[in-house]
């Protein structure tokens, strides 16, 4: 099923978000936790919206359906929270995780996916991740989670987080593992360009250019350049 365009969803303003936040439940001791939104999948935004702000003391005070749409809204608020997908339109929640802590050094970050993978999970901790919630959990759970989160618990368990440490420098090398044609062929492939317009930017043959990425995808253990880019960008090679 094909994925909507983030002008499909829209954002949802700071200054339509004050309209949702009169129709919040009376907050927990006072305190309002003030979440930020990412997610694509429209039905899924306006879900957990009305999940959030049915909830005493939490609200969306904004929504965006991209990276690029939660990079305009940053500057423009406060949040307590960040729950954001992992994969967006224009790239990854970890991009968008990254933005908005140079914007708010003390937000909660709190992924939201429909599967994980070591390397998610790996991209989302080294983006800050404070939990990383998967969409097949119920409500209650979710609500749960993000309370959990907002009030400084680690969701991540820790004995996950040590085998990341550990699996930390397998995913750092594969970086060593690419020849310098191969980093350069990463690099221009994750800007979208065809092997033609690939090989005419690199000055080499395009025989030579199919054996490069032939290599490529194989190192990294993809089926496709479109499957290595992405597995590049989770385990954060494309950040080097």
Do not use: C, W
Request: hydrophobic fraction near 45%; charge should be positive; aromatic fraction near 2%.
């Amino acid at each position: 099923m094909a994925r909507p365009s983030p002008s499909t969803i829209g954002p949802l303003s700071p200054r339509a978000a004050r309209s949702h936040a009169a129709k919040v439940g009376p907050a927990v001791d006072g305190k309002v936790v003030d979440i930020f939104l990412v997610e694509d999948h429209q039905l899924i935004a306006e879900a957990l919206t009305m999940l959030i702000d049915s909830e005493a003391g939490m609200h969306v005070i904004a929504r965006a359906g991209s990276v690029a749409e939660a990079a305009a809204l940053a500057p423009e608020i406060e949040p307590d929270l960040l729950l954001v997908d992992f994969r967006l339109p224009d790239g990854t929640g970890a991009d968008v995780a990254r933005l908005v802590r140079k914007q708010h050094r003390r937000v909660v970050v709190v992924f939201l996916s429909v599967v994980s993978s070591p390397a998610m999970l790996f991209a989302a901790v080294r983006a800050g991740a404070r939990g990383y919630l998967l969409k097949t959990q119920s409500a209650a759970d979710t609500v749960s989670a993000l309370r959990r989160a907002a009030e400084g618990e680690m969701l991540i368990p820790s004995t996950t987080l040590a085998q990341l440490v550990t699996d930390r420098g397998e995913f750092g090398h594969l970086m060593v593992k690419l020849t310098p044609r191969e980093r350069e062929l990463l690099r221009l492939t994750a800007e979208g360009l065809d092997n033609r317009t690939l090989a005419n930017r690199m000055g080499i043959g395009y025989a030579t250019l199919r054996g490069h990425m032939r290599n490529l995808i194989g190192k990294l253990d993809a089926h496709s350049k479109l499957e290595a880019v992405v597995k590049a960008t989770e385990l954060g090679l494309l950040d080097r």
